[in-house]
């Protein structure tokens, strides 16, 4: 017996998930074999070929947005995970201080530095290689080499300005570098490293104004820092994204119409721009059975862009609307915001994600074959 194909307005209800003013329906997802009778739903390459899309809808050097469209949950949270806590990247993890009179410990600003976003050459920090460090007192001690770490400097004095006048109150004008900024650092490419990290390609912080700290006249600080790679579930400041989220394409349904004063209500309890008001025409109030009947002219409420939805629920707290919209989430689009920290462009951190992704898998599939060995 063949297997049962459901129509396509069954299969489009299968996709929403039902938001209520006070529960969530139609949650778990449902295409797998055997949970409905009669209809085949085993994955298959060609069927996900087919309904798999991705658009951009931003695509800034920094900051992108994107949808993944026709895919599991799963997958769509594990590029996110990927971002956040699997792609390496280059931090300041040692800080030798020689010397530091300012009045911040060293412990303190050891750790400012280290939150502070680098960037240089792509290419260049693809090619370090990324000490993974084994956990335990004993574990070995990790040779430092150009392959692996980059050597940076913190060398600045407090001095007075004799050239400030008498009654100047401005710090950064009575003192020279009274305010250690992230410009301050500065890294120096030792061995094949000058091959990549130079001109345009050095490594530096992403932000040079970053206030690291205050000096006066005789305080100074001295330091000698170790650049190396890691990993956001190692530390936070090896994580190449300042955020990765994302969210389910919201789905409004006007189901019977909102005319009038009622229109114009609906759509200030949502977002600006997500609904419309467009006028009743002449053939939809001479039109049988539409609701718009003797309203012609009327303005009537339309969903304009459901993109920009929050899905905040508004709507549904207010009795004239009851009964005649229906929000949701399509449950298989996923609306991505990925924003780098500068060191990778955030397009290109999605596809480093995905090479991550697929090694993983990968080696799950070399294991497996390990065990049916």
Known sequence: MAPLVPSQEELQRRRIIGINAETVTNIPSTDF??????????????QFKQNFNVEYHRNDRYEASFSLIGLDAAVANAFRRILMNEIPTLAIETVYVHDN?????????????????????????????????????????????DFNTV?????IECTQNFDAAKDETDARKLYHNAHVYAKHLSFGPVGRQSEFFVD?????????????????????????????????????????????????????????????????????????????LEPVTSQEAAKAGSGYQGHAGELKAVVKDAFNDTVSRECLRHEEFNGKVKLGRVRDHFIFNVESTGQFESDTLFLESVKVLKLKCARWK????????
């Open 33 to 46: 074999p055997g949970h409905w009778p009669g209809e085949s739903h085993g994955w298959a390459l060609d």
């Open 101 to 145: 009179t300012s009045v911040i410990q060293d412990e303190v600003l050891a750790q400012r530095l280290g939150l502070i976003p680098l960037t240089g050459s792509v290419e260049g920090i693809n090619w370090m290689r990324w000490e993974q460090k084994i956990p335990g007192d004993d574990a070995p001690e990790v040779e430092l080499t």
């Open 151 to 155: 050597v940076g400097q913190l060398s």
């Open 200 to 276: 345009d390609g050095a490594i530096r912080p992403v932000h040079p104004d970053i206030l690291i700290a205050k000096l006066r006249p005789g305080q100074r600080i001295e330091m000698e820092l170790h650049c190396v790679k890691g990993i956001g579930a190692d530390h936070a400041k090896f994580s190449p994204v300042a955020t990765a989220s994302y969210r389910l394409l919201p789905d409004i349904n006007i189901l019977s119409p909102i005319i009038g004063e009622d229109a114009k209500k609906f759509a200030k309890c949502f977002p600006k721009g997500v609904i419309g």
């Open 366 to 373: 070399r294991g497996l074959s390990d065990l049916m060995a």
